[in-house]
């Protein structure tokens, strides 16, 4: 390895083309990578913790993030004009297994979110989570930017079919996640700032009819979100806790393994969707700083590499991707700090928990073949 | 997509996507500033807010109750100890299928029906992983019946507790009372802080008056609990103060004595120490044992003892008011010397009754014939009701009440129990009070011999009897002699309180107890039959009516019903050279005083001053409390 591999180090410029190094070659970008092996042992660190030091479930978690990077080392390898051949293909299967999803699920009677394989539990959603920005990027690339009214209309409905199952499933984090990935997409094709006021003004008025649309629980979780001390010890109880361990942790925390709130399990479900609180109360402000700045690394790299990439489908992909990792990360520390009602979003990369993991680093390895199979034309 | 003309200008969407991705970039990082700023607001702003919230959380209180006080007799025999309990208890939480354990466990222990209902209801009440009881207080049989097949009731344990128990049962019921479960009126009374996870508290006797000694103090242990509410560790500890332990003055031995006396008929004794005050037996009869009443005596068995005609829970000694009858007259006597109304050789002449100036109505003598000529020692010797009569016309209502107020007739004498009566020492105040009538002369001639409306308790005739025996030192009884730290060893003896009797005239009290003295000694003594050749006593029979016998109509014994007979009393102190003990005796129903009360009063006095509690007759000397040797 020459000592010229590592002299990017996450600047935003583009190597030159004899300064690639084996890494480049292995289709890793340097950057990205450290980003995310840093944000993932941060997490493993916190998770050691918030898991009640339960090495079993370190072991696991280790597996899942070691089959994740296997994801992400092999989508690397894909170059981009493959993965946007397969696109549609793979929207079509998602589609597809989501309909097997809701069919088994009214025969057994009851919300499913996942197809049996045999040997594991997959979750169709998790693949639509990717299919979704593939196909609207791939259907927009080869139409003239911003798209028109026609074209427009033809990405929403794309978007929608696939949301609303999973909407019934109901999984409404992940229908928000899949949705996003597609408004962004939408948004970074151009469409004009009076079209996107416009759709959030239709939005506003649709809340209303999307309250008669929600399950009781949905419904029960907005109520509780807006004022979770109305019932402190049901629904609001979550929220209630998370607020005291995050603000009883101060500045500094109360240190690693020291959390009362974490340790004695007053705080719920502490080591999947409230990790962050772990984090707020043993580490403080200065733990959640240093979080949000690993994110925030994660997220301007990524927009970066969105933004050299060299055609429509790349950029679009590549950018609805970095967007909607950092939707996770707003909605997961909104609703864990009582910006926003609970709705279950991991901590993307952090929290425990398998199948967002893959999902999350295969994105990633999509980015790095984007970056690294660009055809470097010297200027 | 076929209309499509392909008309792409990539240079122009390459920079609009760059224009997009920016716009992108900025919100990004605004939001990310708001997440930052609501984290600041939680973590600093409000930062104390949630500390204490956290705190609340996590930290428990559990009151840690004192043990409670023992209580002595003077010599250091149990009448009051803390027994080791078991009880059977659950924790539901831990058991996987409760009912199915319940229906197992009553297999092998019975359960009745009420056990299961209060534990029901305390299941709801408490809080989750708080151990609840099933069955209180199980023998050792079933305790051992548990053990052995344990391991098939996960979540079931039997707890260690400590109960109160009265060794002596009935015996000291009167004197000790009992403890029962703190109630809410009780709350109403006490710091309620202190008596977190007490069990017990004083419900009557000295443990209702001294509560406040034989309790302590709670201590308080700070715990982290979990979010089941299970304790992870001990935090801090403050341990509790154990409540400190009683010795009374009372003799056990001389107690039984005093109960065993009065036989099978309904009385009281009291018998005190003239040099201390100190409260030597203490006996009412009926007794009842007070040890159901500190688990919660059943209302049956409660109803029973309440509408038991023989009244068992009336504390005879000191909520029983009689007449004083005759006993009275030494005072009286005394009363008459003292103001001067009378002089020691005056004699009267007794024609076995006596009229008011100007009245018909003839109070009569218990002696129709009359007692002839009468002097002071004679009349009290011969107990002439003439004479009496006579003085207290003479002293008057108004002199006479508060002389005997001196002697606390009619007063609390100020014993350290709670719910002593006052009895009834008449005057012109108290009849306008009670009556809105104004006082006849008449009623002052029969409160001359104790009847009327004048009505004492044993208790007060014992102390006064021993303010005598002194020469005017009335101290008021004493039940604790000592309050004892186990802990430390500290002993501090109970505070007295003497009331002192102006004395006018020292040979006016020598001659009232001479006189009291020939009532045993003189030939025609009422209580003769008392002397004996170890020890002098000095002494006053008494009748208390019940009946009032109508106008020239005879009194016969037999023809009226028991209940209607006349209460029999009797007073005395021994040795009459250096009294050590005062009595005061009352046989309901039990008709005159020198032959029912008098020879139970001698068997106590027997028990107190001779060896071998009398079965040895030979003067032993008795160390008073508080005197070294």
């Given amino acids: 390895m020459s000592p010229a591999s590592f002299s990017p180090s996450g600047l935003p410029a583009s190597e030159p083309a004899q300064h690639r190094g084996i890494l480049a070659r292995v289709h890793m970008d340097l950057p990205l990578l450290t980003g995310l092996l840093l944000l993932c042992a941060y997490g493993l660190v916190i998770l050691y913790s918030a898991s009640g030091e339960n090495l079993a479930q370190m072991e696991r978690q280790a597996m899942r993030l070691l089959i994740a990077f296997g994801a992400m080392f092999f989508l690397a390898q894909v170059h981009p004009h493959t993965l946007r051949r397969w696109s549609p293909w793979l929207y079509a299967i998602g589609v597809g297994l989501l309909l097997t999803v809701l069919v088994t699920g009214v025969i057994g009677k009851g919300a499913q979110r996942w197809l049996d394989l045999g040997f594991m539990r997959f979750q169709p959603a998790e693949l639509v989570k990717l299919a979704v920005p593939m196909m609207l990027a791939w259907y927009l690339s080869s139409k003239p930017l911003p798209p028109n009214w026609k074209h427009l209309l033809l990405s929403l409905l794309l978007l929608v079919v696939p949301v609303l199952m999973i909407a019934r499933q109901p999984d409404l984090g992940t229908a928000i996640l899949v949705g996003c990935s597609g408004l962004f997409v939408l948004f970074l094709a151009g469409i004009s700032w009076r079209l996107i006021i416009a759709l959030g003004m239709l939005a506003a008025a649709a809340a209303p009819a999307l309250w008669y649309l929600m399950h009781d629980y949905q419904r029960a979780r907005v109520l509780t979100f807006l004022n979770p001390e109305s019932d402190p010890l049901g629904a609001g109880y979550h929220i209630i806790q998370s607020k005291i361990a995050i603000g009883s942790g101060g500045v500094y925390g109360k240190g690693w393994l020291n959390g009362t709130q974490s340790q004695l399990e007053f705080l719920p479900e502490r080591h999947t969707d409230f990790i962050f609180a772990v984090l707020g109360e043993e580490f403080g402000l200065m733990g959640i700083l240093l979080l949000l700045a690993i994110f925030l690394f994660i997220i301007l790299r990524g927009l970066y590499i969105a933004s050299q990439a060299q055609d429509s489908y790349s950029r679009l992909l590549a950018g609805a991707l970095v967007l909607v990792f950092f939707v996770y990360l707003f909605v997961n520390a909104g609703m864990v700090s009582g910006l926003l009602p609970v709705v279950g979003v991991p901590l993307p990369l952090v929290s425990y928990g398998g199948t967002s993991l893959v999902t999350l680093l295969a994105g990633f390895g999509m980015l790095m073949s984007i970056h690294t199979h660009r055809k470097l034309v010297p200027k | 997509m076929s209309g499509d003309l392909n008309f792409k200008d990539y240079r122009r969407e390459g920079r609009l996507f760059t224009y997009r991705a920016i716009t992108a970039g900025v919100l ?85 029906a009420q056990d299961k209902e209060r534990f029901y209801k305390l299941k709801r009440q408490k809080r989750r992983f708080e151990s609840i009881p099933i069955k209180l207080d199980i023998s050792q049989e079933e305790a051992a019946l548990f053990a052995v097949n344990r391991h098939k009731f996960p979540g079931i344990s039997i707890k260690a507790r400590l109960t109160r128990t009265y060794p002596q049962k009935g015996l000291m019921a009167h004197v000790v009372g009992y403890v029962g479960r703190v109630s809410l009126k009780d709350l109403r009374s006490i710091d309620a802080s202190n008596y977190a996870g007490t069990t017990y508290i004083g419900k009557t006797g000295v443990e209702k008056s001294y509560e406040d000694v034989l309790h302590g103090k709670v201590g308080l242990q700070q715990v982290e609990v979990n979010v089941l509410g299970k304790t992870v560790r001990v935090l801090e500890e403050t341990p509790p103060q154990p409540g400190r332990s009683l010795r009374l003055n009372i003799d056990m031995d001389l107690q039984r004595v005093a109960l065993d006396a009065l036989g099978d008929v309904n009385g009281a004794v009291v018998a005190i120490d003239p040099r201390t005050g100190g409260v030597l037996a203490m006996a009412s009869k009926p007794g009842f044992d007070a040890n159901p009443f500190v688990e919660g005596i059943s209302s049956k068995a409660y109803k029973a003892l309440q509408e038991d005609p023989d009244k068992p829970l009336f504390n005879r000694t000191l909520q029983g008011a009689y007449p004083p009858g005759s006993t009275i007259k030494p005072f009286m006597a005394l009363a008459g010397l003292e103001m001067e109304y009378l002089e020691l050789k005056e004699k009267i002449y007794c024609l076995g009754f006596f009229q008011l100036p100007g009245h018909d109505h003839k109070y009569r003598d218990w002696k129709k014939t009359g007692h002839g000529p009468m ?36 007063e609390k004498t100020g014993i350290d129990l709670i719910g002593e009566r006052t009895g009834i020492r008449p005057s012109r105040e108290w009849k306008r009070e009670r009556y809105k009538q104004v006082w006849f002369p008449g009623e002052t001639v029969i409160v001359g011999i104790g009847q009327g409306a004048f009505e004492t308790t044993p208790l007060q005739l014992a102390a006064a009897t021993a303010a005598i025996a002194n020469g005017g030192h009335y101290l008021e009884p004493r039940l604790v002699e000592e309050i004892v730290d186990e802990s430390t060893g500290e002993v501090r003896p109970s505070d007295t309180r003497e009331h002192t009797i102006p004395v006018n005239n020292h040979n006016n009290w020598d001659e009232i107890r001479k006189s009291m003295v020939h009532v045993i000694e003189g030939p025609r003594g009422t209580a003769r039959h008392l002397q004996n050749e170890h020890y002098r006593i000095a002494g006053k029979t008494g009748t208390a009516q019940v009946f009032t016998v109508k106008q020239d ?20 102190y021994a040795p009459v050279e250096d009294p050590q003990i005062a009595v005061a005796v009352i046989v309901e129903n039990g008709g005159h005083g020198g032959a029912t009360a008098a020879p139970v009063a001698k068997l106590v006095m027997d028990a107190w001053l001779l060896e071998d509690g009398g079965k040895t007759p030979q003067i032993k000397h008795v160390v008073a409390a508080g005197e070294t040797d």
């Fill in chain 2, 28 to 112: 990004v990082v605004m939001l990310l500033g708001g997440i930052v700023g609501r984290m600041v607001y939680l973590q600093v702003v409000d930062h104390e807010h949630f500390t204490t919230l956290a705190q609340d959380n996590r930290v428990k209180l559990i009151p840690l109750p004192p043990t409670r006080g023992l209580i002595y007799d003077r010599k250091n025999r149990l009448l009051a100890l803390n027994r080791p309990a078991f009880n059977l208890e659950i924790i539901p939480e831990m058991v996987p299928e409760l009912e199915k354990s319940l229906l197992e466990l009553e297999a092998l222990i019975e359960i009745r």
């Fill in chain 2, 375 to 410: 002097d002071v020692d004679a009349a009290i010797t011969q107990s002439c009701d003439v004479f009496f009569y006579q003085l207290a016309h003479e002293i008057g209502i108004d002199k006479l009440e508060q002389y005997l107020k001196k002697f606390r007739f009619g």
């Fill in chain 2, 553 to 572: 109509e005879e009194y016969d014994e037999s023809k009226i019903s028991k209940k209607m007979r006349d209460h029999a009393l009797f007073i005395a």
